[in-house]
């Protein structure tokens, strides 16, 4: 079955490091994104990309870079100049231009400890 | 009512009757909508989808009604069941924007009473 796979689902960081949050999909979809979501609050785009070794800042990119070296993987990481990075976490994908919506992951939960 | 600090809307209805969910978006020239479903700790799901050619469109059990004099989307669920309790998303895209990203509202809280 096709789909978005993001692993893994809980991820514990220590003050300082950076750690990297895995998305991979097999829809053969072109764009993938990355959101930030916060109890009580809607998703909040990091970046995204809309073809292979090209992305784009989204509205909270500070702190986080990504990669798109291939179609299916576009993973994040999160660095320590993220001040508050608890959060969870989501990864979708869609073929631009996007008219049916996108396919998100099941998420990742990030923890500071 | 809207959210305030950390809390989302909520809506709480009896199992077996109707729910509806409401959505303010933001920008008048959005031509496409679509609804999500987000069940606690994992990701969004698509439940239904309209275009702005449109003003209402049905699913299986779920309705949803576009007013574009207002910029008001409306979700119904008929005859609510105990595992539609989730959190409901509405989304816009803007197909003259070029990137046609979608943006999201904040979200209600759906509560289904046993």
């Known amino acids: 079955d096709g789909g978005i796979t993001q692993s893994p689902k809980y991820l514990f960081r220590k003050e300082g490091q950076n750690v990297t949050l895995s998305c991979e999909q097999n829809?053969?979809?072109?764009?993938m994104y990355w959101y930030r979501q916060d109890p009580g609050q809607g998703l909040r785009l990091i970046y995204y990309?809309?073809?292979?070794?090209?992305?784009q800042k989204g509205d909270i990119a500070e702190g986080y870079s990504v990669s798109r070296e291939k179609k299916e993987s576009f993973p994040l990481t999160v660095t320590s100049a993220q001040k508050n990075p608890t959060a969870f976490y989501l990864c979708?994908?869609?073929?631009?231009?996007?008219?049916?919506?996108?396919?998100f992951g099941s998420g990742t939960r990030l923890t500071v400890v | 009512g809207e959210s305030v600090g950390l809390h989302l809307p909520t809506l709480s209805v009896q199992e077996g009757d109707n729910s509806i969910i409401n959505c303010a978006y933001s920008?008048?020239?959005?031509?496409?909508f679509i609804w999500y479903k987000q069940e606690s700790g994992k990701g969004p799901q698509f439940i239904i989808d309209?275009?702005?050619?449109?003003d209402k469109r049905q699913g299986q059990r779920v309705t949803v009604l576009l007013n574009k004099t207002v910029k008001h989307l409306s979700l119904q669920i008929a005859a609510t069941q105990p595992g539609d309790s989730a959190v409901y998303f509405c989304?816009?895209?803007?197909?003259?924007?070029?990137?046609?990203?979608?943006?999201f509202g904040k979200g209600t809280k759906l509560s289904v009473i046993p």
């Open positions: 979708a994908s869609s073929i631009p231009p996007d008219r049916y919506g996108y396919t």
């Open positions: 829809l053969n979809h072109d764009a």
């Open positions: 990309s809309q073809i292979v070794n090209d992305f």
């Open positions: 920008n008048s020239a959005s031509d496409y």
């Open positions: 309209i275009r702005s050619n449109m």
């Open positions: 989304a816009e895209s803007y197909s003259g924007a070029g990137s046609y990203q979608l943006t």
